[in-house]
């Protein structure tokens, strides 16, 4: 089993679940963050009753609770969604992501995540965060969603310092969400 990540929205997941079986790999789920879920058996529709039956299913088969307690979860994790005031916010939004990896460029403590299909996604280093920050733009709103997790106590806040940092000079966004 391989995991494919890829950007976020039930529909984006599904058509790149479709394009990869297309072009030979086996893709049996689609399935995005807030839980949309779609089975290439059920013909890739978001169905949340058919998942809900297979999860039955699977719970009459196997504990849950063991299944469950193998998967990692960050110490911490937080999403921030920073507001975007601009008339033009998808522009400037464009632009405010690409300002956030230019300035991550110079921070030898930041590298950038192997693959990114929006926004950027930062890995902050032991001693700055120790878990990593993905800003990007919201599909229908003047939003900058970021998510970001971490392996140690206080590192979502020194991630989020950086940020706020990172945007200071930026009038057209509501950075009090970056507050502690």
């Not at 949309?36 to 009459?60: P, R, S």
């Not at 110490?75 to 969604?81: A, D, G, I, K, M």
Request: proline content about 3%; overall charge negative; some cysteine.
């Amino acid at each position: 089993m391989r995991h494919h990540r890829f950007k976020r929205g039930y529909k984006n997941v599904i058509n790149e679940a479709i394009r990869l079986n297309q072009e030979g790999i086996d893709t049996q789920l689609a399935i995005e963050t807030s839980g949309h879920a779609a089975f290439k058996e059920n013909f890739f529709l978001d169905d949340g009753a058919y998942l809900a039956a297979l999860i039955v299913a699977y719970a009459l088969k196997n504990p849950l609770s063991k299944t469950l307690n193998d998967l990692k979860e960050p110490l911490e994790s937080e999403e921030v969604r920073i507001k975007i005031t601009n008339n033009d916010f998808k522009e400037y939004g464009e632009n405010v992501i690409h300002e956030i990896h230019k300035k991550a460029e110079h921070a030898p403590y930041i590298s950038f995540a192997d693959s990114t299909f929006e926004g950027v996604r930062l890995n902050f280093d032991s001693e700055h965060g120790d878990g990593w920050l993905l800003v990007r733009m919201s599909l229908h709103d003047p939003i900058l969603p970021c998510n970001l997790e971490s392996r140690k106590q206080g590192g979502v806040e020194t991630m989020k310092t950086w940020l706020k940092e990172a945007l200071y000079d930026k009038t057209d966004l509501d950075l009090s969400v970056l507050e502690a």
